[in-house]
């Protein structure tokens, strides 16, 4: 299983909360309302990003450690992420679709109890060839 640290600077200004960035992977910010949630919704960002980046072709950026542009006050922290892990997640995750049937065969099915999800799942599995 893949895993993937970055760096996150942790901002800590006069406002509430804490703001979270990561200098190597530019786009990628979060924030909490203290460390503990800040920590959390950093990890799901870079998890979440770091998805979308595959999803979309990009190459995964490089760690480089370079973290000059912090300020007095700020916090870096290695956040650890498991790219694999989301891909599985979002990729078999359950989807709602509508499907249109006959009406009487919409009757006969309900009147034996068929699930149309399982059916309609097994179905689209034998027509592609999938193996579950």
């Known amino acids: 299983m893949r ?16 703001s979270v960035y990561f200098p190597d992977v530019p786009g990628c910010v979060s924030c909490g309302d203290n460390f503990d949630h800040a920590l959390q919704m950093a990890r799901k960002a870079l998890t979440l990003h770091l998805y979308g980046m595959e999803k979309d072709g990009e190459p995964l950026p490089e760690r480089t450690d370079n973290i000059s542009k912090t300020k007095a006050g700020d916090m870096v922290v290695p956040v650890t992420v498991y ?14 679709t509508t499907v249109t049937i006959p009406h009487w065969l919409k009757e ?18 034998e027509t592609l060839g999938v193996a579950s």
């Open 3 to 18: 895993k993937l640290t970055y760096l996150a600077v942790f901002e800590v200004d006069e406002g509430p909360g804490i």
């Open 83 to 96: 790219p694999d892990v989301i891909r599985d997640e979002m990729n078999n995750r359950r989807e709602k």
């Open 108 to 125: 006969a099915a309900e009147a034996e109890g068929l699930n149309y999800s399982r059916i309609l799942e097994a179905a689209i599995k």
